[in-house]
């Protein structure tokens, strides 16, 4: 038998959470399943990676979320000559105080927009490896903890690779999850022409929610129910990719734990207060692809790495406990 959440709690979620996707929607327009992921990212506590073509709307898409959400939002536009201090700040000295003064940087936000974020060095790239995992920040040999809700959302595109430095795995596997918007429907293309080419959309949108509710929401879907079978499946899926000849790199527990926390929020976005196979299913390609590196094998024969986890997907068998 599923444990409840609280009632009242509960449909708060599910109304806050249609909510704050509506919303979103008034800007980003056709894409239901994207903003839902996103919104589901940022509940289960996790950052997220929007990598398309230029155009598309990925910027918009950051700026939505955090217009809809009444926190203190910075923006990160990175560049090669960024400096890790920029990010996580730098201890000045005080002439007045007689001592150094911690200035912060701009990850101290609870949402934080990093823009183009390949196109900084790896070492200023590093510079968000402690705050992502940690959500603390430590310089001088002091540390400072973020803000709660905390969510790096960062953008980049995988064409152009001119001045742009790849994210190393130990990055990309503190990405909760990697989406692609992709391009509208013609329809819905001119209704963007209709809607954006008079005036800019975002600034019709303000907040729907705060710091506050996004903080109960996600122990909300801390208690969503998650059967000991369904458990049992995200290990096997997780590991099946860490045994697989066609693969190079297989997904970390961290990408488990991320599956877990997300499966909990997709499944309270639905209306749900117990997660089904379906959930943990309709996740794995955007809470696991980026994790993983296809074989040389692989490469050779054209497979991508969607293709081999679509093949994972098929042969991890969900056992009959995890729909208790």
């Known amino acids: 038998m599923a444990r409840k959440a609280s009632g009242p709690t509960f449909q708060s979620f599910a109304d ?69 201090s920029d990010i996580t700040g730098v201890s000045v000295y ?27 060095s790896p ?5 968000l490896l402690e705050a ?7 310089v ?24 742009t430095f790849p994210l190393p795995e130990a990055q990309l596997d503190r990405f909760t999850m990697r989406l692609a918007i992709g391009y509208p429907s013609p329809a819905v293309e001119v209704e963007i022409l209709d809607t954006h080419g008079v005036h800019s959309a975002l600034e019709d949108i303000g907040p729907v929610a705060d710091a506050r509710t996004v903080r109960e929401m996600v122990g909300v879907a801390r208690a969503i129910h998650v059967a000991d ?21 297989g997904a970390s527990p961290r990408a488990s734990l991320a599956l877990l926390r997300a499966s909990r929020a997709y499944a309270a ?26 074989s040389p094998e692989a490469l050779l024969t054209g497979k991508s790495v969607d293709e081999v986890l679509e093949d994972l997907l098929s042969h991890t068998p ?4 995890a729909h208790r």
């Open 16 to 84: 806050t959470f249609a909510k704050v996707q509506t919303n979103i929607e008034k800007v980003i327009e056709g894409k239901h399943e994207a903003v839902r992921l996103a919104l589901v990212a940022l509940l289960a506590e996790g950052h997220l990676l929007i990598e398309d073509v230029p155009g598309v709307g990925k910027t918009m898409l950051a700026k939505a979320i955090a217009r809809s959400i009444d926190c203190s939002v910075r923006r990160i536009q990175f560049t090669p000559d960024l400096l890790p």
């Open 94 to 120: 005080s002439q007045e105080r007689g001592d150094f003064e911690f200035k912060p940087g701009t990850v101290f936000a609870n949402i934080v927009l990093g823009d183009e974020i390949n196109r900084a």
């Open 123 to 127: 070492k200023t790239q590093s510079a």
């Open 132 to 138: 992502m995992e940690e959500r603390q920040v430590s």
């Open 140 to 163: 001088d040999g002091i540390t400072y903890q973020l803000a709660s809700p905390f969510m790096v959302i960062a953008t980049q595109n995988p064409i152009e690779h001119e001045g």
């Open 229 to 249: 079978g369904l458990k049992h499946y995200i290990v096997d899926l997780v590991t099946s990719t860490r045994g697989c000849g066609e693969l190079s790199l």
């Open 269 to 294: 976005s639905l209306g749900r207060e117990y997660v089904i196979p379906d959930d943990i299913k309709a996740l794995a390609f955007p809470v696991l692809a980026h994790r993983l590196i296809p």
């Open 318 to 321: 969900v056992t009959s406990k």
